[in-house]
């Protein structure tokens, strides 16, 4: 009998995973079961020392074989985990993902196509030009007058999306002059950043005084600029789950001749909703639209994308390496997959994607975005009936602000961090325009119950009184 380690595909690759994946899923058991709670107790060296002592020596001369492998390094990694399926795990736009979805993350793992060739990809090629020529159609509708339809593009999340947005903005503009970006005070870091790496000017930043971007401020700033202008707009603010106001917005940039991008990474899950759609009115009217399905999607890391008006905008990647899309080869019909992306080697995240989307429909979806803003909701109202709390306003998507009453920032900021210590609660942070520190909970688990909800507030009540 060989000694060489079984493979994941292949005909014998199903009976490889089989008894390693009954491994796998006794340790996911046993380690949440060590945790007790949403997140490890006792802070960073408390958690790192029981990572290195459970994990033990991860090269050793001899191999300890699979199943000891997995079931140490998976029990000891979900013991030390922030489990946000843990309804008290509440501070980010960090979703549980779907069982589904994460079955379906080890077909694609387990068959390993790299999205860089045709050859490397040939049915997870076509069913990427499926899935997102499906889901450019949720974003910009039918094509209609002769126009090519819409596309998207798929990437590891809202950061590289919007920094894809900056780049075709930048090579497809028809003016002189570097291009200049001009953000909302709401907008996302990772623009910022976009503008930094392809070498643009500082972003101009518009005030946002009511937590979304104000069209007359964003007016007065591109009267009399001069060059190329991409407005970046926000449906769905990291901090508060705002949208702005995105129809106005469309409407001063087409006035100045100004590129519209919009940032729909939170917000894009209102797209399947029935009851939420209406609120991402004017979505269409952008050249690009970021979208992020790990965040209202209830998919594994990573599932992003960015959706593109015109596709001959996507031209602008067009790369050419003999040993991935020779001419011959495209020319013969093989397609060219290089021109999809910034990144060669890619996995193919679009499977997870289209497992969710067959398997849940657009009714399934749209009712677990329903939930979750119908959950904070009701956490809203909780802490607005509450007499020692504080509520910001009415949650918009999932997002919701609430503070103890009358407490300093520096006690706000010591209850999240004596909750994560203890490990019983995993709570965010946002600050205000008026510089006001809040409490962030980001509501993604249509799991959570009221009685969650009413938990979550009596450990941060007795957290302020001490």
Not at 295 to 312: E, F, H, I, M, N
Not at 363 to 383: E, F, M, S
Request: glycine fraction near 10%.
């Amino acid at each position: 009998m060989s000694s060489t380690p079984p493979l994941a595909g292949g005909i014998q690759g199903p009976d490889a995973l089989r008894p390693l994946l009954t491994t796998v899923l006794d340790a996911l058991h046993e380690g949440a079961a060590l945790r007790g709670g949403p997140l490890p107790a006792g802070g960073p060296d408390a958690v790192a020392a029981r990572l290195r002592d459970r994990a033990g020596t991860v090269l050793p001369e001899h191999g300890t074989g699979a199943d000891e492998a997995l079931r140490t390094l998976v029990t000891a990694l979900t013991e030390g985990a922030a489990d946000p399926a843990d309804p008290l795990c509440a501070a980010h736009l960090h979703c549980p993902p779907l069982a589904v979805a994460t079955a379906a993350d080890l077909a694609a793992s387990a068959l390993n196509p790299s999205m860089d060739s045709w050859d490397q990809a040939p049915a997870a090629s076509a069913l990427e030009d499926l899935v997102t020529a499906t889901l450019a159609r949720e974003v910009y509708g039918e094509a209609h007058d002769g126009k090519a339809p819409a596309d998207a593009l798929v990437t590891t999340g809202g950061t590289e999306a919007n920094q894809l947005a900056v780049l075709l903005a930048r090579e497809t503009t028809r003016h002189p002059g570097p291009l200049q970006l001009l953000v909302g005070a709401n907008a996302h870091h990772s623009l910022a950043r976009a503008a930094w790496l392809l070498g643009l000017p500082d972003p101009l930043t518009v005030p946002a005084p009511t937590g979304t971007l104000d069209p007359a401020a964003l007016d007065e700033a591109l009267t009399d600029l001069p060059g190329p202008k991409l407005v970046a707009a926000t449906a769905g603010t990291t901090d508060a789950g705002l949208i702005d106001p995105l129809p106005e917005i469309a409407d001063v940039c087409e006035r100045h001749g100004a590129r519209l991008h919009i940032d729909a990474a939170y917000g894009a899950g209102l797209l399947l909703s029935t009851r939420h759609r209406a609120r991402l009115d004017g979505l269409a009217r952008a050249h690009t639209v970021t979208l992020d399905l790990h965040k209202l999607g209830w998919q594994p890391v990573a599932a992003g994308l960015l959706a593109v008006r015109d596709p001959a905008d996507v031209n602008a990647l067009t790369y050419q390496a003999d040993y991935l899309n020779a001419d011959d080869d495209t020319e013969a019909g093989l397609p060219d997959l290089l021109g999809r992306s910034l990144r060669t080697t890619r996995r193919p995240d679009i499977l997870k994607i289209a497992v969710t989307l067959k398997a849940l429909g657009r009714t399934g979806l749209g009712a677990l975005t329903d939930q979750v803003i119908d959950v904070a909701h009701h956490l809203a109202r909780l802490v607005d009936s509450h007499l020692g709390f504080e509520l910001y306003d009415t949650p918009t998507l999932s997002t919701v602000l609430f503070r103890p009453r009358g407490a300093s920032d520096e006690t706000i900021a010591a209850i999240r961090r004596g909750l994560l210590t203890e490990g019983r609660a995993v709570l965010g942070r946002a600050r205000t325009d008026d510089g006001t520190l809040w409490l962030k909970a980001t509501l993604l688990n249509p799991h959570t119950e009221p009685g969650d909800l009413a938990a979550l507030l009596k450990l941060v009540e007795g957290h302020t009184t001490r």
